[in-house]
């Protein structure tokens, strides 16, 4: 059953380049991905597009199709009417290197920023005891296939430039999450820093994020509003805070 | 939108340098702006219903039922029987020559409880203030901050209009339970007025009780779930409400409109509270 | 060109960051040395992140009776005795350490009662033993190697002032050379995706691990990084492969839609209670219970069922034995006419487990066939049939070290390295693999590079390595790289593929050495800006030298053993047994070596019944090993 798939690719680099029109073949059960790559092999020889596995796995092939950040390879051809004309564009995130690949650096660097997780000093390969369901919300995080979708769509960034300084996003929220809920984590100031290093308070819990996580991680829900309360424990809860001081004083905790 | 063309040659966002030279503010080829405008339209007919009542300062009270925009009714001026049991500390007010409605008084709570609800805080940051109005759609802005600083720092004291959203469950909950009575006072009856009351209080309960800030101190704030199994099981059920805490948000607000206006219909005379016994 | 050469000397290159190359890369600074770690794709995405079933290891969280022997044992039956006897003892020995190391660097595996890992069944296996997450654990791995980079970046960062001043990440780098001054390795050479420039490393030690090959044929389960870079890149500084007939074809792989046609369907979906089934609603797995497993595994419905509760006093069921017997019994249904509409069988859970535990147990299977096929796994059976997944074969090492075999300098782990897995490997071995020889191949680096010092490139080797980049942009020929790779991929799927016969490795052998005459004049389109077509060429180049190596030493082995079947010897040699095919490359072509397998220990011998070696070896040795070595 093939049918005729009308496209525009973005075409170019990061200081040219426009929306080129195709059109190609496209089989029963193909994605997105499957499409591309065949312009690639009939058409536009030096089309470039990452992508890894084709299965969903890996996050290479982040781009946005009608608008919409998703993954090339996830992405059914017959979700697409075929009257339709479907538009493959780049992140518009990040700066384009070329046609559908966007330098992600930024997410690496801000990955280099979050401190690693610090098992306790004493712990001896084999002698850690979690229970499942201790470990298990930071297993929802772990999930993370690092496709960068949730990056690329978070207006914090997106639509502002200037903050990508301050602002480690979402991707890097869940980390935190991940870690401050980590049964066997020695860090105690991860809450701190989320707000005052990595930007947490400019997140406005808009929750493009999760809507777009191929992943299906509620990270709004799951990490960024648990870690927007644990923040407010530590540094806006004046009941808390005194309770925190007091337990100080008399050894607990 | 006039917004757009300003953006365009402003060049941050999506047209910063470096990346794609794409000339639209989005490719989105779905209705995304009927989403923020339906919110935005609700909410917008909401507040105005709910302003306009709060300072009407009238059909309020129909023995025994109370409606959630005046209860616990803590001023001097408040219509005979209805005060709260509590007292009424506040006596009556004055501005501008003006007597100022008991409803004022109350109404911030809820009001405080919902500007900071972290559902609210999205819908309304998304239909009103277009930041962004939807997912990969450029917003107007050109300078963004977020909740970092003053005022909307404040949002991170959600957690004490949480704990007063209890307090008036609390009253509400009593108001419902008092409506079990017939216009004279006495127990073992049920009207449509007790449903309507019986309802409400029960969807603040489910809008509070999905609360974000209640799945955090009921046991998400642990780290070892293990150590607390009781608080875990708590967070379980918690957990699975807050997964509907939008749904219950507008149920809620819709409930606490409804049973106001109710109230007022009763209160005025324009319906009779129908008893079933 | 050379004066603009984008250049770095360390210590140690490593190719590949996968879980042996960033195992390695840990090991090599947690040493003192500095590292460069280069990959193709972006950091992170390696092919180790779509491993799914788990990681094995005897730790005996789940049944005590589990430890290093059992696991060897299992490890030598499921390679049929053709494995490097030292590489599956050191893995055996080793893995537990290594899985729970990862721990310490923050992995969060499922976990039993007792707060353990929790540990779960695959093929072969002999007890609950693979370290797992979900159905997620190569992402788990990488993950966990990944940070744990980080953190020594993080580290390097804090007592230097510079993170990236002994490890930095080249991403979406290829190597296309190993670089050689006086017989030793100097460095490596290749360009950037990214934009084509040319980079080249100066090192006195480079450690291949690149990973597998399997885009060398038509339906695989690999990504398009399996071009057998690590394998190729061996042969050409001279060293050699051992074993490259053995192709592991997994059973199950996705069969409809075309588009994902060869994507993996885990093996935890059958050691979860899955079972295969013909057109007929048979279930055909007993039926092609072979004799050397007969004991093992149950031959009657009844006796399978129960084995998943009771695993002490039941037979495992057919459908859990090794890969080679299950995919070649799903390619004899198909051929028989029993198979599905589009190819395949049926395999199902959706009868044996509740739909809400299969979503829990196999979430991303889940996943992808609702998205991928429209198939609800919880209510309709999937289909599946076989898929190129493994290349037993590879880089010919030194147990201990790792070290390349006449290739000083040269170390090779993980996929790309051969001689561990024997003729077929089990699953969870490879994750283990990546680890104990990564971190292996790291050690071996050190030393190396401790008594061996700096060997400087020279000029004349990087003029021939960047001319040799440079050929495909000055070609005037026509041939289309994506047409070429094609019909690489028809040939070797078809007549290097799960069953093979003479005269049809024969053709391949001709059609390969044409292809290659062809792939000369290929002419590349566009700039040199992250141009795929330009790609394709290199690994392209690869993967023929793969094929022909695949090609040839599966003429000469006259058997049938583990990823090697010959329609023409269908039945396993003893003399065979006792043979390594050891491929090297003259620049022209690929000529094949029989060595002599390693004798087991005595100590290694005394692990097995006699009866069970009976199966395997020749009477004369077993005469000689009782009384051998030790
Ligand atoms: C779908 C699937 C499921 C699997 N499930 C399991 C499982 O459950 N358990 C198990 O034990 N095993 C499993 N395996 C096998 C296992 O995942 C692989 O064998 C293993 O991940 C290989 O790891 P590696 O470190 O050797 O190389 P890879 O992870 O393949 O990494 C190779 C690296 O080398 C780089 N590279 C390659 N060529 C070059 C070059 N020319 N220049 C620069 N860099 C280069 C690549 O970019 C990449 O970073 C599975 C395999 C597949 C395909
Ligand atoms: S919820 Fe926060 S982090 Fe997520 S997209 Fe919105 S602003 Fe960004
Ligand atoms: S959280 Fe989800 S969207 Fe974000 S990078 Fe990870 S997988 Fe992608
Ligand atoms: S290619 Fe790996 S996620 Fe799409
Ligand atoms: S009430 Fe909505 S989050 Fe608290």
């Not at chain 1, 299906?216 to 309360?229: F, L, S």
């Not at chain 3, 193709?40 to 992140?49: D, E, I, R, Y």
């Given at each position: 059953?093939?049918?005729?798939?009308?496209?525009?690719?973005?075409?170019?680099?990061?200081?040219?380049?426009?929306?080129?029109?195709?059109?190609?073949?496209?089989?029963?059960?193909?994605?997105?991905?499957?499409?591309?790559?065949?312009?690639?092999?009939?058409?536009i020889?030096?089309?470039?597009?990452?992508?890894?596995?084709?299965?969903?796995?890996?996050?290479?092939?982040?781009?946005?199709?009608?608008?919409?950040?998703?993954?090339?390879?996830?992405?059914?051809?017959?979700?697409?009417?075929?009257?339709?004309?479907?538009?493959?564009?780049?992140?518009?995130?990040?700066?384009?290197?070329?046609?559908?690949?966007?330098?992600?650096?930024?997410?690496?660097k801000?990955?280099?920023?979050?401190?690693?997780?610090?098992?306790?000093a004493?712990?001896?390969?084999?002698?850690?005891?979690?229970?499942?369901?201790?470990?298990?919300?930071?297993?929802?995080?772990?999930k993370?296939?690092?496709?960068?979708?949730?990056?690329?769509?978070?207006?914090?960034?997106?639509?502002?430039?200037?903050?990508?300084k301050?602002?480690?996003?979402?991707?890097?929220?869940?980390?935190?999450?991940?870690?401050?809920?980590?049964?066997?984590?020695?860090?105690?100031?991860?809450?701190?820093?989320?707000?005052?290093e990595?930007?947490l308070?400019?997140?406005?819990?808009?929750?493009?994020?999760?809507?777009v996580?191929?992943?299906?991680?509620?990270?709004?829900?799951?990490?960024?509003?648990?870690?927007?309360?644990?923040?407010?424990?530590?540094k806006?809860?004046?009941?808390?805070?005194?309770?925190?001081?007091?337990?100080?004083?008399?050894?607990?905790? | 939108?006039?917004?757009?063309?300003d953006?365009?040659?402003?060049?941050?966002?999506?047209?910063?340098?470096?990346?794609?030279?794409?000339?639209?503010?989005?490719?989105?080829?779905?209705?995304?702006?009927?989403?923020?405008?339906?919110?935005?339209?609700?909410?917008?007919?909401?507040?105005?219903?709910?302003?306009?009542?709060a300072?009407?300062?009238?059909?309020?009270?129909?023995?025994?039922?109370?409606?959630?925009?005046?209860?616990?009714?803590l001023?001097?001026?408040?219509?005979?029987?209805?005060?709260?049991?509590?007292?009424?500390?506040?006596?009556?007010?004055?501005?501008?020559?003006?007597?100022?409605?008991?409803?004022?008084?109350?109404?911030?709570?809820?009001?405080?409880?919902?500007?900071?609800?972290?559902?609210?805080?999205?819908?309304?940051?998304?239909?009103?203030?277009?930041?962004?109005?939807?997912?990969?759609?450029?917003?107007?802005?050109?300078?963004?901050?977020?909740e970092?600083?003053?005022p909307?720092?404040?949002?991170?004291?959600?957690?004490?209009?949480?704990?007063?959203?209890?307090?008036?469950?609390?009253?509400?909950?009593?108001?419902?339970?008092?409506?079990?009575?017939?216009?004279?006072?006495?127990?073992?009856?049920?009207?449509?007025?007790?449903?309507?009351?019986?309802?409400?209080a029960?969807?603040?309960?489910?809008?509070?009780?999905?609360?974000?800030?209640?799945?955090?101190?009921?046991?998400?704030?642990?780290?070892?779930?293990?150590?607390h199994?009781?608080?875990?099981?708590?967070?379980?059920?918690?957990?699975?409400?807050?997964h509907?805490?939008q749904?219950?948000a507008?149920?809620?607000?819709?409930?606490?409109?409804?049973?106001?206006?109710?109230?007022r219909?009763?209160?005025?005379?324009s319906?009779?509270n129908?008893?079933?016994? | 060109?050379?004066?603009?050469?984008?250049?770095?000397?360390?210590?140690?290159?490593?190719?590949?960051?996968?879980?042996?190359?960033?195992?390695?890369?840990?090991?090599a600074?947690?040493?003192?040395?500095?590292?460069?770690?280069?990959?193709?794709?972006?950091?992170?995405?390696?092919?180790?992140?779509?491993?799914?079933?788990?990681?094995?290891?005897?730790?005996?969280?789940?049944?005590?009776?589990?430890?290093?022997?059992?696991?060897?044992?299992?490890?030598?039956r499921?390679g049929?005795?053709?494995?490097?006897?030292?590489?599956?003892?050191?893995?055996?020995?080793?893995?537990?350490?290594?899985?729970?190391?990862?721990?310490?660097?923050?992995?969060?595996?499922?976990?039993?009662?007792?707060?353990?890992?929790?540990?779960?069944?695959?093929?072969?296996?002999?007890?609950?033993?693979?370290?797992?997450?979900g159905?997620?654990?190569?992402?788990?791995?990488?993950?966990?190697?990944?940070?744990?980079?980080?953190?020594?970046?993080?580290?390097?960062?804090?007592?230097?002032?510079?993170?990236?001043?002994f490890?930095?990440?080249?991403?979406?780098?290829?190597?296309?050379?190993?670089?050689?001054?006086?017989?030793k390795?100097?460095?490596?050479?290749?360009?950037r995706?990214?934009?084509?420039?040319?980079?080249?490393?100066?090192?006195?030690?480079?450690?291949?691990?690149?990973?597998?090959?399997?885009?060398t044929?038509?339906?695989?389960?690999?990504?398009?990084?399996?071009?057998?870079?690590?394998?190729?890149?061996?042969?050409?500084?001279?060293?050699?492969?051992?074993?490259?007939?053995?192709?592991?074809?997994?059973?199950?792989?996705?069969?409809?839609?075309p588009?994902?046609r060869?994507?993996?369907?885990?093996?935890?979906?059958?050691?979860?209670?899955?079972?295969?089934?013909?057109?007929?609603?048979?279930?055909?797995?007993?039926?092609?219970?072979?004799?050397?497993?007969?004991?093992?595994?149950?031959?009657?419905?009844?006796?399978?069922?129960?084995?998943?509760?009771?695993?002490?006093?039941?037979?495992?069921?057919?459908e859990?034995l090794?890969?080679?017997?299950?995919?070649?019994?799903?390619?004899?249904?198909?051929?028989?006419?029993?198979?599905?509409?589009?190819?395949?069988?049926?395999?199902?859970?959706?009868?044996?487990?509740?739909?809400?535990?299969?979503k829990?147990?196999?979430?991303?299977?889940?996943?992808?066939?609702?998205?991928?096929a429209?198939?609800?796994?919880?209510?309709?059976a999937?289909?599946?049939?076989?898929?190129?997944?493994?290349?037993?074969?590879?880089?010919?090492?030194?147990?201990?070290?790792?070290?390349v075999?006449?290739?000083?300098?040269?170390?090779?782990?993980?996929?790309?390295?051969?001689?561990?897995?024997?003729?077929?490997?089990?699953?969870?071995?490879s994750?283990?693999?990546?680890?104990?020889?990564?971190?292996?191949?790291?050690?071996g680096?050190?030393?190396?590079?401790?008594?061996?010092?700096?060997?400087?490139?020279?000029?004349?080797?990087?003029?021939?390595?960047?001319?040799?980049?440079?050929?495909?942009?000055?070609?005037?020929?026509?041939?289309?790289?994506?047409?070429?790779?094609?019909?690489?991929?028809?040939?070797?799927?078809?007549?290097?593929?799960?069953?093979?016969?003479?005269?049809?490795?024969?053709?391949?052998?001709?059609?390969?050495?044409?292809?290659?005459?062809?792939?000369?004049?290929?002419?590349?389109?566009?700039?040199?800006?992250?141009?795929?077509?330009?790609?394709?060429?290199?690994?392209?180049d690869?993967?023929?030298?793969?094929a022909?190596?695949?090609?040839?030493?599966?003429?000469?082995?006259?058997?049938?053993?583990g990823?090697?079947?010959?329609?023409?010897?269908?039945?396993?040699?003893?003399?065979?047994?006792?043979?390594?095919?050891?491929?090297?490359?003259?620049?022209?072509?690929?000529?094949?070596?029989?060595?002599?397998?390693?004798?087991?220990?005595?100590?290694?011998?005394?692990?097995?019944?006699?009866h069970?070696?009976?199966?395997?070896?020749?009477?004369?040795?077993?005469?000689?090993?009782?009384?051998?070595?030790?």
């Amino acid at each position: 059953m093939a049918r005729t798939m009308k496209l525009r690719i973005f075409r170019g680099n990061s200081k040219d380049g426009g929306l080129q029109d195709v059109s190609v073949e496209a089989n029963e059960g193909e994605v997105i991905l499957d499409v591309i790559h065949r312009v690639q092999a009939e058409q536009i020889g030096d089309l470039a597009v990452r992508w890894n596995c084709k299965a969903g796995k890996c996050g290479s092939c982040s781009v946005e199709i009608n608008g919409k950040p998703r993954l090339a390879c996830m992405t059914q051809v017959a979700s697409f009417d075929e009257a339709e004309t479907v538009t493959i564009t780049p992140l518009r995130a990040f700066p384009v290197i070329k046609d559908l690949v966007t330098d992600v650096s930024f997410n690496y660097k801000k990955a280099m920023e979050v401190r690693a997780y610090e098992p306790p000093a004493d712990l001896k390969p084999g002698e850690a005891r979690m229970q499942q369901i201790d470990v298990e919300r930071s297993q929802e995080f772990r999930k993370c296939i690092e496709c960068f979708l949730c990056q690329n769509t978070c207006h914090v960034i997106r639509d502002h430039e200037e903050n990508k300084k301050s602002f480690a996003g979402p991707r890097f929220f869940i980390r935190l999450a991940e870690l401050d809920m980590h049964p066997l984590d020695t860090l105690r100031n991860r809450k701190q820093s989320a707000q005052e290093e990595h930007g947490l308070g400019m997140c406005n819990i808009t929750k493009c994020c999760t809507e777009v996580c191929p992943e299906h991680i509620r990270i709004t829900d799951n990490a960024i509003i648990p870690m927007k309360e644990r923040v407010v424990d530590v540094k806006y809860d004046p009941l808390r805070w005194l309770g925190s001081v007091i337990r100080k004083r008399e050894g607990i905790n | 939108m006039a917004i757009d063309s300003d953006t365009k040659t402003s060049k941050t966002g999506v047209f910063s340098q470096g990346r794609a030279k794409l000339a639209a503010r989005t490719y989105r080829t779905d209705k995304w702006w009927i989403q923020p405008a339906i919110t935005a339209g609700v909410l917008f007919l909401f507040i105005v219903y709910a302003t306009y009542r709060a300072f009407e300062n009238g059909k309020y009270f129909a023995a025994p039922l109370i409606s959630p925009f005046y209860s616990p009714c803590l001023a001097q001026n408040c219509v005979k029987g209805s005060t709260s049991f509590v007292g009424t500390f506040f006596g009556t007010w004055h501005v501008f020559g003006m007597t100022v409605s008991p409803s004022l008084f109350i109404l911030i709570f809820p009001l405080a409880f919902r500007m900071t609800c972290y559902y609210y805080r999205k819908s309304y940051y998304r239909s009103f203030w277009m930041s962004p109005p939807a997912c990969a759609v450029a917003e107007p802005h050109k300078k963004y901050t977020g909740e970092t600083r003053a005022p909307l720092i404040i949002q991170n004291g959600h957690r004490y209009a949480f704990y007063a959203g209890l307090v008036l469950n609390v009253f509400l909950t009593i108001d419902a339970v008092q409506a079990f009575r017939n216009a004279q006072g006495q127990w073992g009856h049920m009207s449509v007025g007790t449903l309507v009351l019986t309802a409400n209080a029960s969807f603040l309960w489910l809008y509070s009780a999905s609360c974000h800030t209640c799945r955090h101190t009921i046991g998400g704030r642990l780290r070892n779930f293990s150590a607390h199994p009781i608080r875990y099981k708590l967070w379980g059920w918690v957990s699975v409400l807050n997964h509907k805490h939008q749904e219950f948000a507008w149920i809620s607000l819709f409930g606490v409109a409804f049973a106001d206006f109710y109230v007022r219909q009763v209160s005025g005379g324009s319906i009779r509270n129908l008893y079933f016994f | 060109m050379s004066n603009q050469l984008e250049r770095y000397k360390y210590d140690v290159v490593i190719i590949g960051a996968g879980g042996a190359g960033l195992r390695a890369a840990v090991e090599a600074r947690e040493a003192g040395l500095s590292v460069a770690i280069v990959c193709k794709s972006l950091f992170g995405k390696a092919h180790t992140v779509m491993a799914e079933g788990g990681v094995a290891a005897s730790m005996g969280n789940v049944n005590e009776s589990d430890n290093w022997m059992v696991h060897f044992r299992d490890t030598m039956r499921g390679g049929k005795f053709l494995n490097n006897y030292r590489m599956a003892e050191l893995h055996a020995k080793e893995a537990p350490e290594r899985v729970w190391e990862l721990e310490v660097w923050g992995a969060l595996f499922d976990r039993t009662k007792e707060g353990k890992i929790s540990q779960r069944n695959f093929g072969g296996h002999e007890y609950p033993r693979l370290a797992h997450v979900g159905d997620r654990t190569g992402l788990e791995l990488i993950r966990t190697m990944q940070q744990r980079i980080v953190a020594l970046q993080q580290k390097d960062g804090r007592d230097h002032g510079d993170a990236e001043k002994f490890i930095k990440v080249f991403a979406e780098v290829t190597i296309t050379e190993i670089l050689k001054e006086n017989g030793k390795v100097s460095g490596a050479y290749g360009y950037r995706r990214e934009n084509g420039e040319e980079i080249m490393f100066e090192a006195p030690a480079v450690i291949l691990a690149t990973g597998g090959a399997g885009k060398t044929f038509k339906i695989t389960s690999n990504s398009w990084e399996g071009t057998g870079d690590g394998h190729a890149l061996a042969l050409k500084a001279g060293g050699h492969l051992i074993d490259m007939e053995f192709f592991q074809f997994h059973p199950t792989g996705m069969v409809w839609p075309p588009s994902v046609r060869g994507l993996l369907v885990t093996e935890s979906v059958r050691g979860d209670g899955g079972v295969l089934t013909n057109s007929e609603g048979k279930r055909f797995m007993f039926d092609y219970i072979p004799d050397v497993f007969k004991d093992k595994y149950a031959d009657n419905e009844a006796e399978a069922d129960r084995w998943y509760t009771d695993q002490a006093n039941n037979r495992r069921p057919p459908e859990l034995l090794p890969r080679d017997e299950v995919a070649r019994a799903i390619n004899s249904e198909i051929k028989a006419g029993r198979g599905t509409e589009h190819g395949g069988v049926y395999l199902d859970v959706s009868k044996r487990l509740p739909a809400d535990v299969i979503k829990k147990k196999l979430p991303s299977m889940w996943h992808q066939f609702y998205e991928l096929a429209g198939v609800d796994i919880t209510k309709e059976a999937m289909e599946v049939g076989p898929t190129c997944h493994y290349v037993m074969g590879g880089a010919w090492v030194e147990p201990d070290t790792a070290a390349v075999i006449d290739v000083p300098g040269l170390f090779a782990a993980g996929e790309c390295a051969g001689g561990m897995h024997g003729s077929n490997r089990l699953g969870g071995n490879s994750l283990s693999d990546l680890l104990v020889f990564g971190r292996r191949a790291g050690l071996g680096a050190v030393e190396y590079v401790k008594s061996n010092g700096a060997n400087p490139v020279t000029d004349g080797s990087v003029v021939a390595a960047a001319a040799k980049i440079e050929a495909p942009f000055n070609n005037p020929g026509s041939e289309n790289p994506y047409a070429l790779h094609h019909e690489l991929q028809e040939t070797a799927h078809n007549l290097v593929g799960i069953i093979r016969t003479k005269a049809e490795l024969e053709e391949a052998i001709a059609k390969i050495a044409d292809l290659r005459a062809r792939a000369k004049n290929i002419g590349v389109s566009g700039g040199r800006q992250f141009n795929p077509g330009f790609h394709l060429t290199f690994d392209l180049d690869n993967m023929l030298l793969i094929a022909e190596a695949a090609a040839k030493s599966a003429l000469i082995r006259e058997e049938s053993r583990g990823g090697h079947t010959r329609e023409d010897f269908p039945k396993m040699s003893p003399t065979w047994r006792q043979v390594n095919n050891i491929t090297t490359w003259n620049g022209s072509s690929i000529a094949v070596e029989q060595k002599h397998l390693p004798d087991l220990t005595k100590e290694l011998f005394g692990l097995f019944d006699i009866h069970e070696l009976e199966k395997y070896m020749t009477s004369d040795e077993l005469s000689q090993s009782r009384g051998g070595s030790n």
